[in-house]
């Protein structure tokens, strides 16, 4: 099956700091990734959304200029998060879909393991 | 934001027992799906049930879809210790780029051994 990668899997950084997260799809073209964020104990929310080349979608209530999302390649979309604070720790997982894959479009999300991130 | 809500938030079964586990959402899908996620770990995906579809099984799984009440439920059958981890259910709903999953709450399974 489809492999998404994360890295790093857990990052502690201090307060003020920027710290970026990398989603990598290993093979296949994830033509659209996405970015979700799960605090303890609490479902997954998502937290935008982007195409390969485009700019960011990004959803209600989510600061788009503290979550910068880079989907430079078809392989590797990138979650900055800027000036981190306490707040900002949660677990940030991201899911990448494929284009055409046999001639059909797939519509499929294949998960990232995740990455822990911890603000001090 | 979230489309399913699931009940019950928390379940606690002696090993051997069945769970049941519900899903609701509000709009119209194509697709639910169910995912498994151990503490503190990444998402495994565990079956998929097409709107035009009412019942699906996997293994030791069976799940359910009632679009007309847009509610589904996920049973596992003869729990074991190692099915502890939480359930959510997740609905495609339409996004700029196609369209994204969307998370149920979720529910806490615990099986006792």
């Known amino acids: 099956g489809a492999v998404v990668s994360q890295h790093p899997s857990w990052v502690i950084c201090k307060s003020g700091t920027s710290v970026k997260i990398e989603c990598r799809s290993l093979?296949?073209?994830?033509?659209?990734m996405f970015w979700y964020r799960q605090f303890p104990k609490q479902s997954l929310m998502l937290m935008a959304t982007?195409?390969?080349?485009?700019?960011?979608?990004?959803e209600q209530g989510v600061e788009k200029d503290k979550f910068l999302i880079n989907h430079a390649s078809l392989t590797l979309s990138t979650l900055t998060v800027t000036s981190a604070h306490p707040e900002d720790s949660s677990f940030y997982i991201c899911?990448?879909?494929?284009?055409?894959?046999?001639?059909?479009?797939?519509?499929?999300?294949?998960f990232g393991p995740g990455t822990r991130l911890t603000v001090t | 934001s979230q489309q399913g809500e699931e009940d019950p938030q928390a379940l606690s079964i002696q090993e051997g027992e069945n769970a049941t586990m519900n899903c609701s959402y509000k709009?119209?899908?194509?697709?639910l799906q169910w995912y498994r996620q151990n503490s503190g770990r990444g998402l495994v995906h565990l079956i998929l049930?097409?709107?035009?579809?009412r019942e699906k099984h996997s293994g030791r799984l069976r799940v359910t879809l009632d679009t007309s009440k847009k509610s589904s439920s996920l049973l596992i059958t003869a729990s074991r210790a190692a099915d502890t981890a939480s359930y959510f259910c997740?609905?495609?709903?339409?996004?700029?780029?196609?369209?994204?999953?969307?998370f149920g709450a979720g529910t806490i399974l615990r099986v006792k051994s």
């Open positions: 899911s990448a879909r494929g284009g055409v894959a046999g001639g059909f479009f797939s519509y499929e999300q294949y």
């Open positions: 093979d296949f073209q994830a033509t659209t």
């Open positions: 982007s195409n390969e080349g485009s700019k960011a979608t990004y």
């Open positions: 709009t119209s899908i194509n697709n």
């Open positions: 049930i097409r709107s035009n579809e």
């Open positions: 997740a609905t495609d709903a339409k996004g700029e780029y196609g369209n994204k999953l969307v």
